[in-house]
């Protein structure tokens, strides 16, 4: 029966291509969105994971991700330095400034200042040299897609930033943030030279921590002393991207047109291959006058369903792939984690088997006389 079986679904070329084509849509889509999502929100967390050097990430105590920094006193700095398990704190500034382009439009920028003693902050993919650099007077670091933004800027061009001069002397990689800004980094000690003087500038604290000691033990100590907020910093990536999957707005927009796409993969599935049983159903007639039993049809079409939910998984998964390898290097990427494609599986099983089901129906009640009827 199962040769049979498979031998009614290949042989009808144009409906088997249709049917493989509208579940590998479906499939692509099930992988490819999420995917799609989770590089989306790899973003938000772009500035965490580029900042080198930092154990713990010490905050207001009302801040709640990364880009929403509430300025603290400078003296909190100190406070955090002599806390048992706290090696080095840098301060960490994090705000916006305005560059003058060229022919005299302006561009929004991100601005980042670190210690220039211990370079705790600083981008961790810049060499040595760029990162030396940033002690020189009026200097600033730009990521390389921000320079592209800046109209080419290169190393040794000097820019208005917010009305003052400054040098770019070092540009650097940078992980795509959520906000799409040029980053630029500038030494601690001279960001009152580059953005409005406030009463308070310190953004973050950022902390190393001394050999043996925990983080999460350290955190707790740094909130008791201090009354601060002290997070371990993969926590607060993670943190930072609950917050913008629950406040965005993303996470409805893909969940949404997901859906929307999945569902009409499924049911061009399922009209295609519900059309392909009533017009096999003559075939179906004749195998029940040779004496199969209503199960064993049902297992014809549950195989039928199965090879071909089979091979269109497998094409659907594999562009998915290969899209999220060719976009590893460009600016929206997607990421597949190994849970999505068991995920994207399961889903394809759920999907074969309803679609399977409905063709069913049609089974039911099948008399085999129907195939000497004309």
Not at 52 to 79: F, H, S
Not at 313 to 333: D, F, H, N, Q, W
Request: with cysteine; net charge positive.
């Amino acid at each position: 029966m199962g040769r049979i079986a498979i031998a009614m679904l290949v042989r009808d070329g144009s409906r088997y291509l249709g049917l493989v084509v509208a579940l590998a849509f479906t499939a692509l889509v099930i992988t490819q969105q999420p995917a799609t999502l989770l590089g989306v929100m790899a973003r938000t967390t772009a500035l965490i994971r580029d900042t080198g050097g930092a154990d713990l990430w010490v905050m207001d105590p009302k801040v709640r991700y990364v880009d929403e920094p509430k300025p603290m006193v400078d003296g909190m700095l100190y406070r955090v330095r002599g806390v048992p398990g706290v090696a080095m704190a840098a301060p960490f500034y994090k705000g916006q400034a305005r560059v003058r382009l060229s022919d005299g439009s302006f561009q929004n920028c991100e601005i980042i200042a670190v210690d220039p003693a211990s370079f705790i902050g600083a981008p961790s993919r810049l060499s040595p040299s760029s990162l030396t650099a940033l002690r020189e007077s009026d200097a600033i670091l730009v990521d390389r897609a921000g320079a592209r933004t800046l109209q080419n800027t290169t190393v040794g061009v000097t820019v208005e930033l917010n009305d003052t001069r400054a040098r770019v002397v070092g540009l650097y990689d940078a992980s795509p943030g959520f906000q799409t800004l040029p980053r630029l980094y500038t030494a601690w000690t001279r960001i009152r030279n580059f953005v409005p003087a406030e009463r308070r500038m310190l953004s973050y604290v950022l902390v190393q921590l001394a050999p043996g000691y925990d983080a999460e033990q350290v955190a707790r100590g740094i909130e008791q002393r201090t009354g601060l907020q002290a997070i371990p910093t993969q926590r607060f990536a993670t943190m930072t991207r609950d917050w913008f999957l629950k406040n965005s707005g993303v996470m409805a927009t893909f969940f949404g047109s997901s859906l929307i796409a999945m569902l009409i993969g499924i049911f061009i599935a399922a009209q295609t291959f519900r059309n392909f049983t009533i017009d096999h159903i003559r075939y179906f007639g004749a195998i029940a006058a040779m004496g199969a039993s209503f199960g064993q049809l049902v297992r014809m079409v549950l195989l039928q369903a199965g090879m071909a939910g089979a091979v269109a998984t497998g094409i659907g998964v594999g562009v998915a792939s290969l899209i999220s390898y060719g976009s590893r290097s460009s600016e929206v990427t997607s990421n597949i984690a190994p849970w999505q494609l068991g995920l994207s599986v399961a889903v394809m099983l759920c999907v074969g088997g309803a679609v399977a089901l409905l063709s069913v129906r049609k089974l039911r009640g099948l008399e085999p006389a129907a195939v000497f009827r004309g």
